[in-house]
T-cell receptor, first 113, second 114 residues
Framework: QQQVKQSPQSLIVQKGGIPIINCAYENTAFDYFPWYQQFPGKGPALLIA?????SEKKEGRFTISFNKSAKQFSLHIMDSQPGDSATYFC????????????FGTGTRLKVLA | DTGVSQDPRHKITKRGQNVTFRCDPISEHNRLYWYRQTLGQGPEFLTYFQNEAQLEKSRLLSDRFSAERPKGSFSTLEIQRTEQGDSAMYLC????????????FGPGTRLTVL
């Protein structure tokens, strides 16, 4: 069973800090790695995603770094704010060539004011 | 609102009862997915549709679960003879047909089986 290993499970940072969340995958049918942000009682919302032609992607304060050879990717949140407090999930495509995602177990982030 | 919508948002039922959830995807999206999420876990894939065709079902989807998308638009997920272990958030997502097209999630239906 394909797994996506996500760490840490929880993270507490001060406002302005740079939390880093890491994910490792096994095999995928294609390279596309989205990150989702989820607030309590809500569905996951797409935050940022990376395709295989680049090793890094920035959108605002959020950056994904991608290491294809190591099968790892990470999310960095620059100048974190209390409003970033949420659960973050990485996802990777199934290795079987279908279009489902395999999700990590999530990282609960708390940004202190 | 042009996002994915789900109904109901919350459902409380007694063990053994049947429940049905509805998902309305983003209108131009021809792929529709169902996931289940339990507390402290990431979403787990259940099934997906390309238009009206159900193309994949997870082993998590026991015989008590059935999903339909009769006209390639909205979808329903039915759980028969609910069990306490079915208590979870049921999430629907939709996307267009490209390989790397993003899946957009709805707000979910929270099921509690007493």
């Amino acid at each position: 069973q394909q797994q996506v290993k996500q760490s840490p499970q929880s993270l507490i940072v001060q406002k302005g800090g740079i939390p880093i969340i890491n994910c490792a995958y096994e095999n995928t049918a294609f390279d596309y790695f989205p990150w989702y942000q989820q607030f309590p009682g809500k569905g996951p919302a797409l935050l940022i995603a990376i395709r295989p032609d680049v090793s890094e992607k920035k959108e605002g304060r959020f950056t994904i770094s991608f290491n294809k050879s190591a099968k790892q990717f990470s999310l960095h949140i620059m100048d974190s704010q209390p409003g970033d407090s949420a659960t973050y999930f990485c996802a990777a495509p199934s290795p079987r060539g279908t279009y489902k995602y395999i999700f990590g177990t999530g990282t609960r982030l708390k940004v202190l004011a | 609102d042009t996002g994915v919508s789900q109904d109901p948002r919350h459902k409380i039922t007694k063990r053994g009862q049947n429940v049905t959830f509805r998902c309305d995807p983003i209108s131009e999206h021809n792929r529709l997915y169902w996931y289940r999420q339990t507390l402290g876990q990431g979403p787990e894939f259940l099934t997906y549709f390309q238009n009206e065709a159900q193309l994949e079902k997870s082993r998590l989807l026991s015989d008590r679960f059935s999903a339909e998308r009769p006209k390639g638009s909205f979808s329903t997920l039915e759980i028969q003879r609910t069990e306490q272990g079915d208590s979870a958030m049921y999430l629907c997502a939709s996307s267009t047909s490209g390989i790397t097209d993003t899946q957009y999630f709805g707000p979910g239906t929270r099921l509690t089986v007493l």
